[in-house]
């Protein structure tokens, strides 16, 4: 997998973090990343393009799920700044981190405290969590990491049995604490003045997403695809390799076939066996690859990276060179070992038959992987699926004697097509040695005990069109309709007539009193007033307003 910054418009704040983060690859615009077996870009660099994947999109929400793992301390603190960059910018950013360091710790705005499972804290960041727990008598010490300080407060100590109790009891003291407060509050709110101003001064910026045309996303996922079929070295040789081998394989069995009577059935078999083994190959490979790449298919249409659409099409063509060379190089290697009917003419119409089936049996592949969950699941249903038409393929079951519930299948077995144009294009004008006057004398009294007289090359190309066609039609409905679907939040009725916010004192004292504070309407700019109370230094509280 190729990763070229330049093939993509990014909104200028994406394109400055990529810019920032990781300049090396935008002056080198290409760089392989390989995987387990091939050898492509550090563990480091990995993460990173992981993480501004992610960011292409400009998405208005981001989850970062411990974007600082992997990344020495210097790399890390780059990439906060730009996390906060961007929320300062109007998106919503919400990361969870482990072991901040304090130059890390002090760029969030609110911070939630977890302890295996149990909620500690949930309110403003920097000093407001240690005057929190100072309250219990938990003071952080002068120039230590304030991070590091909550890590171990709210972290069991297993170095001895004394210290798990010790630290169990004060971990759930905290925990009943915090709950006990949010019974006793309806809402946390920040306070807007001091420093609460400066932590809630985002920069209103429109963030504009230029959406890019059907044929700039056809062009760079037709050149994404291009790239992951030429460079699947193993399974590319892998496919060559048994190609060659069943074709010399099966040309060494039907080793150059006379005129005689016998060498009728022998050509039936070999088109029959030819016609299958095409079709499983090309089979067995889409349903062993799709379902995987389904996955990251969905994940980056859930994004809104591209279109269904400029995805398939240029999956079919991108597909067409190396799809097609395989069974060329069976065709190629089989046909005169065989000694087929002997014409130029023939050889073509052989190798294009079987080429069509091919590319119909890799359609009905993606079907199967957009159908089922998993590749194991896919595996099995498109075999058993291709056994069937198998079946009804002309060779083992007349048409004309295929009982009428299922004659059906015969029309829409795309074995059964190629199996017959390439009895058309074997049997047509050849002559056959014959001794008794009941013997097949000609290739047309062949076709016809197979009912195959009154057909020709073009119409079983144009069924096996049609299929192929049904194949990716289907596929694209199947993706469509499973494609990732979130679940909308609508905005809460507000009424008036009702107090919109309204605040409790954290403990129950009496004495304490609160204003009732109204929220501001969308198109005010004026700060939201200041929260007054009687007693001395009240604990401010979270703002749950944007989440």
């Not at 198998?390 to 299922?406: D, H, K, M, S």
């Amino acid at each position: 997998m190729n990763f070229s910054l330049k093939e993509f418009p990014f909104p200028s704040d994406i394109f400055g973090f990529l810019f920032f983060f990781f300049p090396q690859k935008v002056s080198c615009a290409d760089s392989r990343v390989g995987d387990a077996k091939v050898r492509g870009i550090s563990g480091g660099e990995k993460k990173r393009l992981s993480l501004a994947c992610e960011l292409i999109a400009s998405p208005s929400v981001i989850f970062a799920d411990e974007p600082t793992t992997g990344l020495d301390a210097f790399q890390a603190e780059k990439v906060m700044e730009t996390l906060r960059e961007l929320a300062l910018d109007g998106h919503t950013v919400i990361c969870s981190i482990h072991q901040p360091r304090g130059s890390v710790y002090g760029k969030f705005d609110d911070i939630v405290l977890l302890t295996e499972g149990s909620l500690v804290y949930a309110g403003p960041a920097q000093e407001k969590p240690l005057d929190y727990f100072s309250k219990f008598g938990y003071l952080c010490p002068d120039h230590v990491n304030p991070a590091e300080f909550l890590a171990d407060l709210i972290s069991v100590d297993y170095s001895s049995a004394d210290s798990v109790s010790a630290s169990q009891k004060r971990i759930d003291g905290l925990v009943e604490s915090f709950s006990n407060q949010q019974e006793s509050s309806t809402l946390f709110a920040t306070t807007l003045s001091g420093e609460g101003e400066s932590i809630m001064n985002i920069r209103k910026k429109t963030t504009v997403k230029r959406k890019v045309g059907w044929w700039r996303q056809f062009s760079l996922l037709f050149k994404r695809a291009w790239m992951q079929a030429s460079r699947d070295g193993p399974t590319n040789k892998v496919r060559a390799r048994m190609s060659i081998a069943s074709a010399v394989i099966f040309g060494s069995v039907f080793w150059r076939m006379g005129r005689s009577q016998t060498s009728i059935q022998d050509r039936m078999g070999l088109l029959q066996v030819a016609a299958i083994n095409t079709a499983m190959a090309a089979l067995t490979k889409t349903v062993g690859v799709f379902p995987k790449e389904r996955a990251i298919v969905d994940r980056e249409r859930a994004k809104g990276s591209y279109a269904l659409g400029p995805y398939l099409l240029s999956k079919l063509l991108a597909e067409i060179p190396i799809g097609a060379s395989f069974p060329l190089l069976f065709g190629t290697i089989l046909y005169p070992m065989a000694r087929l009917h002997p014409a130029l003419s023939r050889f073509g119409k052989f190798c294009g038959i079987i080429t069509v089936e091919s590319f119909s049996a890799s359609a009905m592949g993606l079907t199967v992987g957009a159908m089922v969950p998993t590749t194991e699941a896919a595996m099995a249903v498109g075999p058993s699926l291709m056994t069937v038409f198998l079946v009804f393929g002309g060779y083992y079951v007349n048409a004309e004697n295929t009982p009428i519930v299922f004659r059906w299948i015969p029309r829409v077995s795309l074995i059964r097509w190629a199996f017959q144009g390439l009895c058309i294009n074997e049997f047509k004008g050849l002559q056959f040695d014959h001794q008794q006057p009941f013997d097949i004398q000609s290739g047309d009294q062949a076709l016809e005990r197979f009912s195959f007289g009154g057909s020709s090359i073009k119409e079983t190309v144009v069924a096996q069109s049609r299929i192929l066609l049904f194949w990716y039609y289907t596929t694209y409905l199947l993706l469509e309709r499973n494609k990732p679907k979130y679940q909308k939040l609508e905005q809460p009725v507000t009424d008036d007539t009702q107090k919109q916010l309204e605040l409790e004192p954290l403990e129950s004292d009496p004495e304490l009193t609160y204003e009732q504070v109204e929220s501001p309407l969308p198109d005010q700019g004026k700060p939201e007033q200041e929260l007054e109370s009687s007693a001395p230094d009240p604990l401010n509280l979270f703002d749950l307003e944007g989440f």
